[in-house]
């Protein structure tokens, strides 16, 4: 008899976590019982509603506990399609909730049984049954097929390039208001492995003063969006590439594939293509080092070289990142950084730094102060 009640009970439940699915939501649901009615049900919204604590069995005990006019649910079980993780056992051990029965076990956050065994702690006030594994297989086929369903979705996004990079969706950088700007590709398919480097040009192509701002390790050119309108406002001609592997630059998917000779050779192709400008080159952060390796290869004229502090904000901007697919040059960059400081230390470094804070617009005056005293 108590087999077959909890069956019908999880499967209230499922129905839950289908709903969860629906939304969007990973696929759990939870309802509470007493006395064979149904007090609450509830499943996992936290991504709908912002709140990292909206998972099935807290909506589900504060649905319960308004019915009951109570926070304490003496009597009450509460039956879930998943393995309740800490924060849940834990809410679950305060309502004092008589039996608690769960589908499918977690492996990675389960605690009760998996992880560690909240419900096992025999100094607590409360001591909670615990049933484990009803209809455990349709629990964990709704939560699999969820994920399958999601690793399909982020594959036919991803393009693949040749086995060995990713092009973030273009999907990904729409809609962003406050980087404006036209988009241009750079590609050198002998040179390059065929990887597509992504680079702002902003301002007038014939302008007498041209700009050549570099992204710290990591980052994008998503760190100049305020400054590229104010540079360009006062005649200079700003490029901004993002460096293989970042922002909107194609992905190689293998951490070796970062050097700081992808980089330099990238930057000294994308300048002779548009005719080895002189520039004016402005480094954030421990792009200083890139630079100083731009100077000495004397592959382009650099006339000048500025440093601008990190933007901690942009560094960890996840957005051209959707997967860990595209996450090489993220787990390349401190390897990268070490290398990029040692190339420094062993080249000639003969130029005074100048270093610029403040507003974009200060920094614009400045920089252009600089232009037209070279």
């Known amino acids: 008899m108590r087999m077959t009640q909890d069956t019908g009970f999880m499967r209230l439940a499922l129905a839950q976590a289908q709903a969860a699915h629906e939304a969007g939501e990973i696929p759990v649901g939870a309802i509470v019982v007493k006395d064979g009615r149904v007090l609450g049900v509830g499943r996992n919204m936290p991504i709908g509603t912002h709140d990292p604590s909206a998972h099935a069995e807290i909506i589900a005990l504060r649905a319960a506990a308004r019915v009951l006019g109570n926070y304490r649910m003496e009597g009450c079980e509460l039956y879930v399609t998943l393995e309740p993780c800490a924060m849940c056992a834990g809410a679950l051990l305060h309502a004092r909730l008589k039996r608690v029965i769960y589908g499918a076990t977690d492996p990675k956050t389960g605690a009760a049984g998996s992880v560690l065994n909240l419900f096992a702690y025999q100094q607590l006030n409360h001591h909670t049954q615990v049933s484990a594994g009803v209809l455990a297989d349709e629990c964990s086929n709704t939560l699999r097929t969820f994920f399958q369903l999601r690793r399909q979705a982020h594959a036919s996004q991803a393009q693949t390039l040749m086995e060995d990079a990713l092009r973030t969706p273009q999907s990904v950088f729409v809609g962003m208001q406050d980087y404006p700007f036209v988009s241009h590709f750079f590609r050198d398919a002998e040179n390059l492995h065929g990887w597509r480097m992504h680079y702002l040009d902003e301002g007038?192509?014939?302008?007498?003063?041209?700009?050549?701002?570099?992204?710290?390790?990591?980052?994008?050119?998503?760190?100049?969006?305020?400054?590229?309108p104010a540079l360009s406002a006062k005649g200079i001609r700003v490029l901004s590439p993002d460096l293989i592997g970042f922002g909107i630059s194609d992905k190689p998917k293998k951490v070796v594939a970062h050097t700081p000779y992808l980089h330099l050779h990238s930057l000294q192709r994308l300048l002779m293509s548009l005719g080895a400008p002189k520039v004016l080159v402005l480094a954030e952060g421990k792009a200083i080092h890139l630079a100083q390796m731009l100077v000495e290869s004397k592959v382009v004229c650099v006339v000048d070289v500025l440093q601008i502090p990190p933007d901690p904000h942009v560094a960890s901007d996840a957005r051209p990142y959707p997967d860990k697919g595209y996450q090489a040059a993220w787990r390349a960059a401190a390897g990268l950084v070490q290398q990029l400081e040692q190339a420094s230390r062993d080249g000639d470094w003969n130029l005074d730094v100048n270093v610029l804070d403040g507003s974009p617009d200060t920094m614009a005056e400045q920089i252009e102060a600089i232009c037209c005293n070279g």
């Open 204 to 228: 007038p192509v014939d302008a007498m003063h041209t700009v050549l701002c570099l992204h710290d390790v990591p980052g994008w050119s998503y760190r100049f969006r305020a400054l590229i």
